[in-house]
C-alpha cells in the first residue's frame, strides 16, 4: 500500500486499528519491569528503590532512540526502519532475561529502551496520510494503543513474573517481538518518495527546528515537565505496595495497571476533544488533573481508594497533555514530521527518565508525601510552561 508523505491521502479504521495495536505491542516492551521492580532488586540482593534505575535507564534509552533511529523515518523507508529496530529489541529483551549481573541487567535496560522506537515511526507515518481536521482524532486512537500497551505490561508483567519469574516475562516479550514483526512488515503502509538527506544533516536539522519552531519548544517543554509527574508515580510504584501497610506481590501490583482501562477508552475522544476546544486548554487541564492526582496520592499510603483515584487522574491528565501537544507538533513541517516527533518525544521521555529518578527520591526521602510533593511541582511547572506558549491562531512559526 505505497503511499506519497506528502499528500494526506487518509486511512481505514481497520488499518488506524491494526496500527494502534502494532504500538500496543511496539511499547509494552518498555514498561514490562515496572512491577517486577522488587522481585528484579531481590534477585540481586539489592533493596527495592535501587531497581528503579532500570526503569530511569530504559526511559533514558526510548530517548536515546528517538533522538538517533526516528529522524531516519524522514528519509528511509518507515517500514524497513521499524523491522530493523524490532528484530533489535527482541536480542535487547532476551538479553534483559539472561543477565548474569545487576549491571548487564541495567545495560541490556537502556538497549531495550533504544529499539522500542516502533510506535514513534507508526505514529508520524500515519499522522501525514490524514487530514489535519482529523489529525487530533487518528493521533488519540494510536495513542490509545499505547495507552493498552502499558496496560498490557504492567498487567501482564506483573502475573506473569509472580509465577515465573520475571526473566521468563522478558523471554515472553521477545516472543511478543516476532508477532509485531509480522504485523508491521504486512500493514505499515510503504513510503514511494523519500527524500535524499544526509545522516548528519538529519541530525543538525532537529537543532534548526528547536531553533525555529516557538510551538515545537514550548510542546516539548510541556510534555517532559508532564511525563515527569507520571513516572514519577509508575516507577516507585512497586516499591511502596510491595511495602507496609500493603506488602503486595508482583500479580497483585500488575493489577494495577488496569486503572489505564479509563484512559484507553478516552483516548480518541480526548483527540476530538482537542481538535474542538485547543491545545492549549487541553494540556492546561491535564497538568490541572496531574496536579489533582498527587494529591489524592499523598493519602495513598492510608486508602486505596485514594490512590486509586489519583492514578486514574495522572493517567486522564497525561493523556491529554500527550495528545493534544503531539497533535500540534505534527502540524508544523509536514516533510519533517519524524524529526518534530523526535524532538517532541524525546524530551517526552527524556522526562520520563528525570521524573523516574525523581520519584524514587521522593519516596526515599517522604514516602508517599514526598511522591506527591515532586508530581505536584512537576504538574505545575508543567501548566505554567503552556500558559506562556503562543495562541495556536498564529503559532506555526518561531
Known amino acids: 500500500m505505497p503511499v506519497s508523505p506528502a499528500a494526506p491521502m487518509g486511512v481505514s479504521d481497520r488499518l488506524v486499528t491494526l496500527m494502534a495495536l502494532c504500538c500496543s505491542l511496539a511499547v509494552s516492551t518498555i514498561y514490562y519491569h515496572q512491577p517486577l521492580l522488587p522481585q528484579m532488586a531481590a534477585s540481586f540482593g539489592l533493596a527495592p528503590t ?9 526511559q533514558l534509552g526510548y530517548a536515546a532512540g528517538l ?5 531516519l523515518a524522514d528519509c528511509r523507508q518507515p517500514r524497513q526502519l521499524a523491522l530493523m529496530a524490532i528484530a533489535a529489541n527482541a536480542v535487547a529483551l532476551i538479553l534483559c532475561a539472561v543477565a548474569p549481573s545487576f549491571t548487564v541487567l541495567c545495560v541490556s535496560s537502556l538497549l531495550v529502551g533504544v529499539t522500542a ?22 493521533v488519540g486512537s494510536l495513542l490509545g494503543g499505547l495507552s493498552a500497551g502499558l496496560l498490557l505490561a504492567r498487567t501482564v508483567g506483573g502475573f506473569a513474573g509472580a509465577h515465573t519469574g520475571w526473566r521468563a516475562v522478558f523471554v515472553l516479550a521477545s516472543l511478543i517481538d516476532v508477532v509485531l514483526l509480522v504485523l508491521v512488515a504486512r500493514s505499515l503502509p510503504a513510503a514511494t518518495s523519500m527524500p535524499a538527506i544526509s545522516y548528519d544533516r538529519l541530525l543538525r536539522s532537529l537543532g534548526s527546528l528547536v531553533r525555529e519552531e516557538r510551538v515545537l519548544r514550548y510542546c516539548a517543554a510541556s510534555g517532559l515537565l508532564m511525563f515527569a509527574a507520571f513516572s514519577a508515580l509508575w516507577a516507585s510504584l512497586a ?10 506481590d508482583s ?3 500488575g493489577l494495577f495497571g488496569l486503572v489505564a482501562l ?22 492546561l487541564a491535564g497538568a490541572m488533573a496531574l496536579a489533582a492526582g498527587f494529591a489524592c496520592i499523598a493519602a495513598g499510603g492510608q486508602s486505596l481508594g485514594w490512590l486509586i483515584l489519583g ?11 500527550l495528545v493534544a501537544n503531539q497533535a500540534r507538533v505534527f502540524t508544523l513541517h509536514p516533510e519533517a514530521r519524524s524529526r518534530l516527533n523526535t524532538v517532541f518525544m524525546g524530551s517526552y521521555f527524556l522526562g520520563g527518565a528525570i521524573g523516574a529518578a525523581l520519584g524514587n527520591y521522593g519516596v526515599h526521602r517522604a514516602g508517599w508525601l514526598g511522591l506527591a510533593a515532586v508530581g505536584i511541582l512537576l504538574s505545575c511547572a508543567a501548566a505554567v510552561i503552556n500558559a506562556l506558549s503562543p495562541l495556536e491562531s498564529n503559532s506555526t512559526t518561531g
Open 239 to 248: 516499591a511502596l505496595l510491595a511495602q507496609p501497610p500493603y506488602g503486595f
Open 311 to 321: 492514578m486514574v487522574l495522572l493517567d486522564l491528565g497525561n493523556r491529554a497533555g
Open 251 to 253: 500479580a497483585t501490583i
Open 117 to 138: 522506537i516502533t510506535a514513534q515511526i507508526i505514529i508520524p507515518t500515519l499522522s501525514g496520510l490524514v487530514a489535519p481536521a482529523e489529525r487530533g482524532r487518528i
Open 262 to 283: 479509563l484512559g484507553i477508552v478516552a483516548s480518541p475522544h480526548i483527540g476530538a476533544l482537542s481538535d474542538r476546544l485547543g491545545v492549549r486548554t487541553m494540556v
Open 67 to 71: 533522538l538517533f533511529i526516528v529522524p
Open 50 to 58: 535501587q531497581a528503579g534505575l532500570v526503569a530511569s535507564l530504559t
